[in-house]
């Protein structure tokens, strides 16, 4: 067992745990919890604070992220850093290479792809920065591929490079370095004992605030999909008003999944986190090929050529332009745009890195870091790429035919999946569609939810597993079903936004000091090895 980086305590309700850390944040979340409960203005105030940090941090956002991904790939294909194994030279991996990629890609990005698979399609085919400076036409077929090039920036190699550079520091100094498998581990490395205990403590109530917000986000979009599908499937008025889903059933379907998270999580990432993994990978394929049977799989294929090939020539442009905005409608417009998509999706991005990065380490020992980079950045980005031309391109298709005749575009961002599973089949074939989506959409949830509360607790033990306690996990599962439950009655899902951009601002900062410190020791490890 590496030794303890971490001050925990030996006895009492936090044995094993850093009490000042869980104490800390539980303060911070029960005092934002308060606050918006209590304050009228909450949401008022937290969309002015959200302004300024992306008037103040737009090009940090844009920058950051785009050199997260850059970093990792050319990591993998530098030879020596590419072979460099996690763990000793000839340790075997612990997860087979299905159950391994099963559990990341769930914990990474499952929900956001199915809420945006075809939400982001046919946002992107009404409104882009292509549209909006002239160079194609909304709704029109000269879009498509402009609208699947910024569809793919979202759901690509950026997205996944954050992840991975976390994931890729923490697992170095873990399996390599024989360090704990934490957060605050890089910065152990490179700073001097006393320093490094002070500012771990910050690191981990950062990591650990960012991950309750991150997941909050993706559990409210979540929520809100399912409680279209569910009212889908029932036609129980009470689930949706006005064409919303209703404060009451988003309340409810927030408790029985944190529920089922912290059972989940009770029962170990080997046993229901595992299980609940390969469940909703073989969920993923067996909706994905009935979309391939009955959707527009020859439409579908051209957007992924069209679209893949605009990816690739845009991708440097796309990850490095900023519109800051300016004295012309357009430039305005330009920079609306960028905020509402761009920088909202780096956030949520960053905001995940710290379980999504701690989980990719857990389960990636004895991966080299070419293998870690295919299994972690390419692999997924191409599910993605498949996922959202497949299914999305369907939606395209109905609409651009008129058989949807707008039912699927006019619907809400949440219900569009429904609403193309409604205009594809037939009457009969609804039923059982939208209840796959649903036991999928409730996997991914869980299955995200399970693994942030271990990663919580893994956190504030320092690394060491045999710090969480069945009450921790009930814990932190309460405290991160009563934060979404309070934002969404506060504000609904602007509210949940606005928290995610301010407050994944700080780990960005974290992750740049964690790829500095595994690039030194990178250099470091090789140069005493030569």
Request: charged share 10%.
């Amino acid at each position: 067992m590496p030794e303890s980086i971490t001050r925990v305590d030996s006895t009492g309700f936090y044995a094993g745990q850093n009490r000042w850390v869980a104490i800390a944040v539980k303060v911070i979340v029960v005092s934002l919890v308060l606050w918006a409960s209590l304050a009228s203005n909450a949401s008022a105030i937290l969309m002015e604070i959200q302004s300024g940090t992306i008037g103040y941090f737009r090009g940090w956002y844009v920058y950051a992220s785009a050199i997260f991904m850059i970093i990792s790939l050319v990591l993998a294909v530098i030879p020596r850093t590419g072979r460099i194994r996690f763990g000793k030279d000839d340790s075997a991996p612990e997860f087979s290479r299905f159950a391994w990629f099963s559990m990341m890609f769930g914990a990474g990005i499952g929900v956001g792809m199915l809420t945006y698979s075809t939400a982001e399609p046919l946002a992107h085919f009404a409104n882009n920065p292509d549209v909006i400076m002239g160079t194609t036409s909304a709704l029109e077929r000269e879009n498509l591929a402009a609208a699947y090039k910024w569809t793919l920036l979202h759901y690509g190699l950026t997205p996944w490079g954050c992840y991975a550079i976390v994931g890729m520091s923490l697992a170095y100094f873990a399996y390599r370095r024989d360090m704990p498998l934490t957060i605050r581990s890089p910065f152990t490395a490179v700073l001097n004992p006393e320093t490094a205990r002070r500012v771990g403590a910050v690191v981990d109530a950062a990591a650990i605030l960012a991950t309750i917000i991150g997941i909050g986000v993706t559990i409210g979009y979540g929520v809100n999909q399912l409680t279209f599908g569910m009212h889908q499937i029932t036609a129980w008025d009470w689930l949706v008003n006005n064409g919303k889903p209703s404060l009451t059933a988003l309340s409810l379907a927030v408790i029985l999944l944190t529920l089922a998270a912290m059972l989940s999580a009770l029962s170990g990432i080997g046993r229901g986190i595992r299980w609940l993994s390969n469940l909703n990978m073989a969920l993923s394929w067996l909706l994905l090929l009935i979309f391939v049977i009955f959707g527009a799989t020859v439409f579908a294929g051209e957007m992924f050529i069209s679209g893949l090939t605009e990816y690739v020539r845009w991708l440097p442009a796309m990850s490095f332009t900023i519109w800051s905005g300016g004295d012309t409608e357009t430039s305005q417009a330009l920079s609306d745009w960028q905020a509402a998509w761009n920088i909202f999706y780096w956030a949520w991005w960053i905001a995940f890195t710290p379980f999504v990065g701690l989980f990719l380490a857990r389960v990636s020992q004895g991966r080299t870091i070419r293998e870690y980079v295919v299994g972690a950045i390419i692999a997924p980005s191409a599910m993605c790429f498949a996922w959202f031309c497949i299914v999305g391109g369907t939606a395209l298709d109905l609409e651009l035919s008129g058989i949807a005749n707008g039912a699927i575009i006019d619907a809400d961002l949440s219900a569009q999946l429904f609403a193309t599973v409604e205009n594809l089949f037939a009457a009969d074939w609804v039923l059982p569609v939208a209840t796959l989506c649903v036991l999928l959409l409730i996997t991914y949830l869980v299955t995200s939810a399970d693994s942030a509360v271990l990663v919580i607790n893994t956190i504030v033990s320092g690394g060491a597993t045999d710090g969480i306690r069945p009450r921790h996990i009930v814990l932190w599962s309460v405290l991160l079903g009563l934060v979404i439950i309070t934002l969404l009655f506060a504000g609904g899902m602007d509210a949940l936004r606005s928290v995610m951009i301010i407050g994944a601002l700080p780990f960005s900062a974290v992750m740049l000091f964690m790829l500095c410190a595994l690039v030194y020791a990178m250099l470091a490890d090789i140069k005493s090895s030569s």
